[in-house]
């Protein structure tokens, strides 16, 4: 026979939900700052470890 | 140091406390401002300033911001229980421990500090950092339990958010960032005080030295009004800064002329008349002073998207 769930694990999965919920978020939310960083700063490549007059003909 | 024995709230146990309960413990009113703030400091800058980064770094003040309402209720949990305004609070009620309460204080800032610093830069971390450093422990721990300057020493904490900003689009601080950092600092005494006016049975239960408390009504009001014409006199220099123009320049005009009118009422009036009509003209200079800082800081957004768009070419900005 099934138990019925008691109130307390109801609250606690709900809880539990939200906190995933705002770690997924923040996963996210520094991956898309990642890529737009590293897309704002994609000259850098060009003068990181050598320099590559190649990759700065944008200038 | 304080007047108040504090009781062991990090001992207490926490009931099985709700998510809704951890987040009233960023007091997310004050939260709803700073973001409100933060962002406008960030959008009036001269510099651009990515959408996702603004977006982040707005982010991360708030949490900080939060961080440092958390850490500021295991703090004053014994004074809030006694307090009608803030006796449901989380950790008064005791449906969070005070334990909790400063874990989740401490967690959040040092990772909204950390994560300003790696979306944004280090001055903007350096001020977040400093912000909840000066309303954790020089307002809350310190001054709020010990002085009736308290509010205002204090206020310098909400002051703290459109400066961030600023700092996060432009890397430094400058005049700008300044003047709107001193509106929302000579804003929060005549705010608070005027809460104080008509709450005042409340601070004086939890022996909170208020302005109400050690100095008195009259002299309360006496200095709502002088913090109002500084306060004015901010809001109108701000209107003539590089960040002003003309939307900004008409909502001081008006916000101020009726701050200023309200101030002088409520300077008139004793507490035979206040107590006749229920406190009716503080609670509505109360409310008058949220609507007001929410506009002036409106304003200066709609003129610097004004700006943006070209149709605000000619500004003479004086200061």
């Known amino acids: 026979m099934l138990r019925p769930e008691h109130e307390l694990h109801t609250r606690r999965r709900g809880r539990n939900g939200t906190l995933g919920l705002i770690l997924g978020g923040f996963v996210l939310l ?12 994609q000259m850098i490549e060009g003068f990181d470890h050598a320099y590559r007059p190649a990759l700065a003909t944008g200038q | 140091m304080t007047g ?30 700073v973001i409100f703030t933060a962002a406008v400091g960030l959008l009036v800058a001269p510099v651009g300033v990515h959408p996702v980064i ?5 982010l991360c003040i708030a949490v900080g911001a939060g961080a440092s309402g958390a850490l500021n209720m295991w703090w004053d ?19 969070v421990s005070g334990e909790e309460a400063l874990g989740l204080g401490l967690g959040l800032s040092l990772l909204s500090v950390l994560m300003l610093f790696l979306f944004g830069n280090a001055l903007s971390a350096g001020l977040l950092a400093f912000t909840i450093f000066f309303y954790a422990v020089v307002y809350t721990m310190w001054l709020k339990r010990l002085t009736p300057q308290n509010i205002v020493i204090g206020g310098a904490a909400g002051a703290f ?13 400058s005049v700008e960032s300044v003047l709107m950092f001193g509106v929302i600092f000579l804003w929060t005494p005549p705010h608070f005080w005027a809460l104080a006016l008509f709450m005042n049975s409340d601070y004086e239960r939890a022996g909170v030295p208020m302005m109400t408390v050690v100095a008195g009504r009259r002299e309360t009001r006496r200095q709502i009004l002088v913090y109002s014409v500084l306060l004015a006199a901010t809001g109108i220099a701000v209107a003539a800064s590089s960040i ?11 916000l101020n002329a009726r701050l200023l009118r309200d101030a002088l009422a409520l ?33 200066l957004l709609a003129d610097a998207v004004l700006r943006a768009s070209d149709l605000l070419a000619a500004w003479p900005a004086l200061i």
Not at chain 2, 5 to 33: H, I, N, Q, S
Not at chain 2, 77 to 95: F, K, N, Q
Not at chain 2, 269 to 274: G, I, N
């Open chain 1, 30 to 41: 520094v991956f898309v700052v990642t890529v737009v960083k590293l897309s704002a700063g």
């Open chain 2, 4 to 33: 108040i024995a504090r009781p062991d709230w990090t001992a207490a146990p926490g009931g099985d406390a709700e998510m809704r309960d951890y987040f009233a413990l960023m007091k997310p009113r004050v939260m709803a401002l």
């Open chain 2, 54 to 58: 603004a977006f982040a770094t707005v």
């Open chain 2, 77 to 95: 949990a014994d004074i809030d229980a006694v307090m009608a305004r803030t006796a449901r609070r989380p950790v008064p009620s005791g449906r």
């Open chain 2, 161 to 173: 958010p459109p400066m961030i900003g600023w700092a996060v689009a432009t890397g430094g601080v």
């Open chain 2, 244 to 254: 002003g123009g003309p939307l900004t320049a008409a909502a001081a005009i008006v």
């Open chain 2, 267 to 299: 300077r008139a009036r004793d507490e035979t008349v206040a107590g006749a009509d229920g406190y009716a003209a503080e609670k509505r200079f109360f409310a008058f002073s949220i609507l007001y800082l929410f506009a002036q800081f409106l304003a």
